[in-house]
């Protein structure tokens, strides 16, 4: 089993456990995930850009926390919704670099420079 | 290398070869990381609990690049902390197991039944 | 003076006492609003879309702090940024009128449809 | 009638008019003004801090609308919960008062330097 499976099979196990399954509609757990981005949002809300590239022990440990929360929502979901969360990461690799073209990208992409 | 250390690899090659590590600040790549939890999120306002249970095959595949979204973020901003995503996802189901013991979470768990 | 531009002027007050310009910057603005809205999603995360037209005193009480909380942003933001918000409101009706008309729109909104 | 009692009264015709209250429990409605948030947020994502105090024209153009949005559904929220959305936010500002008092807050407030 590779790691995120193994992760999804401590998460059915969790869930399973306490009878938190009739929480757990998609519906649901996409919500909570967004509610979770939220939280790491929040940590870097009063932060500068460069302050957020050097992040005291404590922010960071903080920060860590709320990554990990946003990944165990994300395999949840993708569990309940039977969708292979690595193939659709890497299908989509492959979209943004058709959609990004190196030569096209590279210095002003209007991605980043629409102002 | 793990699946998550490649998808790292090529995270890093990706924004390299279109030299977009610039805008990639930890402060900014936890709000494109909301964003794309938001556009998730998205898909299912509208749809009931039972509904988002059962999705056509074309939500389905477009909830699938959504997902796919969240995951390369989350990679990309642990890769700019620092931080190891899946040790902090272990430890985080060690907190969870604490916080949410099975013979208190089980049934009315405090944390679902909060009218 | 409308109750909106009592709630701009009080808000440049509260943030100027305090030196809290220099934090106010749109982008960071931007991201507290967001940040709030998830506070207020979490109130309705576990909740059934019946439950959640029935709430208790306590979490209405809860939900109306956030409501209180996402405006409060808007308006700060929506200062700064220079933007009449009542304006852009009616303007927004008008423009939803146009994309919903209402003989297209009702029963099966492709909007509400999209499954 | 104040102006967000127009609002609140418009937004009722409009949903009636298309039959589309079925869709608005709050729940749901928690969930739409959470992403309108996240698409208000989506502008600022790659900008700095100074850059979106200088917005363009087009960009400015586009922040009014979803700066609409958010108060269209906020409006609308306040409304199926029967929440006074003026009243909450002017008791949020004497909390926060209470919560951050001048002495305190002004220079370094906790709230704004944890890093």
């Known amino acids: 089993m ?9 998460l059915r196990e969790f869930a399973a456990a306490r009878d938190w399954d ?3 509609s998609p519906k649901n757990l996409a919500m909570a995930l967004s509610v979770e981005a ?22 960071s440990a903080a920060v860590a926390e709320e990554l990990a ?18 193939d659709a990461a890497r299908n989509k690799l492959v979209v943004n670099a058709n959609k990004y073209p ?3 990208a590279r210095g002003h992409s209007r991605k980043y420079n629409e102002l």
Chains 1, 2, 3, 4 share one sequence.
Do not use: C, P
Not at 45 to 52: H, M
């Open 22 to 24: 009739q929480f757990h």
């Open 69 to 86: 929360d946003v990944l165990l929502y994300l395999v949840r979901l993708s569990d309940k919704l039977g969708i292979d969360l690595m």
């Open 102 to 104: 190196v030569d096209k």
């Open 38 to 59: 939220a939280e790491l949002l929040e940590k870097f809300q009063w932060l500068s850009e460069e302050q957020s590239r050097n992040l005291s022990a404590d922010t």
């Open 2 to 10: 590779s790691e995120l499976e193994q992760l999804r099979e401590q």
